[in-house]
């Protein structure tokens, strides 16, 4: 096999990048990141290295630093260092060595690829704001290149598979995602090494990989190897795999689309699904897990929210940020209250801003207004308001006279008649006047406060920005 050559087709076929583009490579020091430097110089592209000093190895990681800046010598590129205390920062993040080491490097890589904050740090660098890592100008540089092969990506496969992660986990890692470019992905570990041995290219090992403290390493001496005792072409079948998976979640991808686009209305804020369209929905937790974890949810919930389609009005379930409620024959995905509303006084016209909107209040003469059919603006009988006024969310308990009655209802019993839902009902505010409400807002006004044939003045109250 020329990897020389199937290295620059598999760049050209895939798409990865252009010859004239500038190249950051992350460079460990071991087989993998050598070879690539070696395949990136015989075929002339122009690249830097960059190389994460984790801290973590003791004299090793030292050894490690040093052998990368001897490779920048050789290959005559620059090298950049960066070093991370990356104990302290899996404790303080309460997360896994691995976990950290791999956010650190990635949100470093991702630094040196973004152009304003390039910008930012080179002006520090120029003026000695900045400890420099290393003496010269930071350079712009178009992609990041990692050096994970085929053997890597079969290892993320199964570690994907046993964690959970469904479908979209089955592609593993692909050969290009954002400005990450994993070049090596065509070839074996295997090859790799003889590649090296064929260009007698020197390189460290990472005494670590041989522990199966971490997951990796596990899948990697372990599993993988257990497995071949009874499918000896294990790794070759699951490469294939590969191609087939990234397939099937294109197509799978492209169903769940379409099925949203069917399912999903947008109201303001809010989403709302016809419940009995769902239900007739084939492959229906999937679908409803594709359209829940947009909001916060979990797989774990997919049941609650099944359920939920044969719940009676008022029930839901919740996530971090959202609610999904049902009301009738709607499931209602709504944002969570972020804060409390509060109470506002009214102290007499002008505009007064709340949280659903607007009020504009004036008073009008008699003779100079028109009467408005509109639920968005209250007009009442001045000589029976007097400021201030009290504008606040409604709650249990709260009654009116609604317009053209002369008995009493409570405003749940009104809501009841106006078929809102849950997430309406909870946007409703009202406005009350010594402790008796004249409009809820938006809605209806109290018909102790109309105005008659012997109104003299008329207060008008408007409401804007409401949805």
């Known amino acids: 096999m020329d990897i020389l050559k199937e290295f620059q087709e598999y760049i050209k076929q895939q798409n990865l990048f252009q010859t004239k583009d500038k190249l950051l490579l992350a460079v460990s020091g071991g087989v993998d990141s050598v070879v690539l430097c070696e395949l990136c110089k015989q075929a002339g592209y ?56 791999r956010e650190l490097r990635y949100k470093w890589f ?49 570690m994907n598979f046993f964690k959970g992660t469904g479908i979209n986990g089955l592609k593993a890692m692909l050969p290009k995602k954002d400005n990450i470019i994993r070049p090596l992905l065509f070839v074996k570990k295997e090859e790799l090494i003889e590649f090296a041995g064929k260009y007698k290219l020197a390189f460290v090992e990472d005494s670590t990989n041989v522990s199966d403290k971490y997951t990796r390493n596990y899948f990697r001496n372990q599993l993988i190897p257990g497995l071949q005792k009874v499918f000896p072409q294990v790794e070759e079948n ?15 991808r492209q169903a769940v689309n379409l099925n949203k686009k069917n399912l999903l209305e947008q109201k303001g804020n809010e989403v709302h699904i016809p419940v009995l369209k769902l239900k007739k929905t084939e492959a229906l937790p999937a679908i409803v897990y594709e359209i829940i974890k947009d909001f916060g949810f979990t797989a774990h919930q997919t049941k609650d929210v099944i359920i939920l389609l ?55 003469i008699n003779d100079h207004y028109s009467l408005l059919n509109t ?85 008008q109250i408007s409401l804007a920005g409401s949805e």
């Open 46 to 101: 122009d690249f830097i290295i960059a190389h994460c000093h984790f801290q973590l190895r003791g004299a090793e990681s030292d050894r490690d630093e040093n052998f990368v800046k001897g490779l920048g010598n050789k290959y005559a590129a620059e090298v950049l260092i960066k070093k991370f205390d990356t104990e302290k920062y899996a404790q303080e993040k309460k997360i896994s060595i691995q976990v950290a080491a």
């Open 110 to 158: 991702h630094e040196l690829t973004d152009k304003k904050q390039l910008a930012v740090v080179n002006k520090q660098k120029t003026t000695g704001d900045a400890s420099a890592e290393t003496n010269c100008q930071l350079p712009i540089v178009n992609w990041i290149l990692t050096a994970h092969h085929a053997n890597d990506n079969v290892e993320t496969l199964l």
């Open 375 to 459: 639920s968005k603006i209250a007009q009442l009988d001045t000589a029976e308001i007097i400021f201030p006024l009290l504008l606040r969310k409604w709650k249990q308990g709260d009654y009116f006279y609604p317009l053209g009655m002369k008995k009493k209802k409570k405003l749940s019993r009104f809501f009841m008649d106006q078929k809102l839902s849950l997430t309406q009902k909870e946007k409703v505010w009202v406005i009350e006047m010594d402790k008796k409400i004249i409009w809820v807002v938006g809605l209806r006004i109290d018909d102790r406060y109309k105005i008659s044939n012997k109104t003299k003045n008329i207060l």
């Open 238 to 252: 699951l490469l294939n795999n590969l191609q087939r998976f990234h397939d099937i979640e294109i197509l799978y």
């Open 310 to 364: 044969n719940s009676e009005s008022g029930k839901y379930v919740q996530s971090n940020t959202h609610r999904i409620i049902k009301n009738r024959n709607w499931l209602i995905i709504s944002p969570n209250e972020t804060k409390e509303s509060q109470n506002m006084l009214i102290e007499g016209e002008g505009k007064w801003e709340f949280a659903a909107g607007s009020l504009g209040i004036k008073k009008l």
